[in-house]
């Protein structure tokens, strides 16, 4: 299969908190994150469908990791696993 991929994948064990008004707050864990997005798994929650833009903030045990939350897309969703591309900042 050939690699699509455009950044390297660092794998990391990050919380991470996503925001959209239809939805409140979905609480998750990205299991690996690059230049380009993250993979979020997400426990005891309804995954929103791909396209949706979320407000992501990046939490480490002390603090925030981004103190301004950067805008995302919901590039593949499932029931239990997120695929999260940065989107530009306007």
């Not at 409140?24 to 993979?39: L, Q």
Request: net charge positive; no cysteine; proline share 6%.
């Amino acid at each position: 299969m050939e690699e699509r991929r455009r950044f390297e994948r660092k794998s990391s064990q990050i919380r991470v908190e996503m925001r959209h008004p239809s939805f409140g707050t979905i609480v998750g864990s990205a299991t690996d994150i690059s230049d380009g997005g993250a993979r979020v798994t997400i426990d005891h929650a309804i995954a929103p469908p791909a396209g949706t833009q979320v407000s992501v903030q990046f939490k480490k045990m002390i603090g925030h990791i981004n103190e301004e939350p950067v805008m995302m897309k919901i590039v593949h969703s499932s029931k239990s696993s997120l695929g999260l591309m940065f989107l530009p900042r306007s």
